[in-house]
């Protein structure tokens, strides 16, 4: 399991961001203080409060491709 800090900021992110994100074989949760869904519904993506930073959790130990593909969005601290 790794967890990153994301950010969708626009319709076409969160769009993209679950085509990337279907490609993958593993569950894959984003979370927003306390609420979770699966990263794979653009639907539970709208839940959350996208102005905030969401927490993307891969419950795999293989993600170093899918964090490639996800760069663009990751949150650099």
Excluded: C, H, Q
Aim: hydrophobic share 40%.
């Amino acid at each position: 399991m790794k967890s990153i800090k994301i950010s969708l900021s626009s319709i076409n992110d969160v769009r993209d961001f679950v085509d990337v994100v279907r490609k993958y074989d593993m569950e894959i949760d984003l979370s927003s203080g306390r609420y979770v869904v699966d990263a794979k519904s653009i639907m539970g993506i709208f839940s959350l409060d996208l102005l905030k930073p969401i927490t993307l959790t891969a419950y795999s130990d293989n993600t170093e491709k899918l964090f490639e593909e996800l760069d663009k969005y990751v949150i650099k601290e």
